[in-house]
Nanobody, 123 residues
Framework: QVQLVESGGDLVQPGGSLRLSCAASGFIFRFYTMAWFRQAPGKEREGISCISSDGSTSYADSVKGRFTISRDNTKKTVYLQMNGLKPEDTAVYYC?????????????????WGQGTQVTVSS
């Protein structure tokens, strides 16, 4: 069965960096679009970055220039490098996947989700 497992969340000071990982299994990874979402307390889950099977990427304005998404098809893993972290980046971060989807319209209707990893940015 499809499984997505996020890791790498932690407590970090403002201005710090973290790299999140999402390990996939149960599907042919290289054909799938992968995305990162986050949900802060009291807020709706929002899409922040996406990478398609051909390597095309997209970013939410709130993270553009600070976060970088990448994928390693041999390791079946997608990464989110987060630099210049701010307190407002505090959230549970989720990865999601969908076969052949364009990153121009990724949203919460993606079919497969991980369990999330907590990122807390605080001094």
């Amino acid at each position: 069965q499809v499984q997505l497992v996020e890791s790498g969340g932690d407590l970090v000071q403002p201005g710090g960096s973290l790299r999140l990982s999402c390990a996939a299994s149960g599907f042919i990874f290289r054909f799938y679009t992968m995305a990162w979402f986050r949900q802060a307390p009291g807020k709706e889950r929002e899409g922040i970055s996406c990478i398609s099977s051909d390597g095309s990427t997209s970013y939410a304005d709130s993270v553009k220039g600070r976060f970088t998404i990448s994928r390693d098809n041999t390791k079946k893993t997608v990464y989110l490098q987060m630099n210049g972290l701010k307190p407002e980046d505090t959230a549970v971060y989720y990865c999601a996947s969908e076969l052949g989807m364009s990153c121009s319209n990724y949203d919460n209707r993606m079919p497969y989700w991980g369990q999330g990893t907590q990122v807390t940015v605080s001094s």
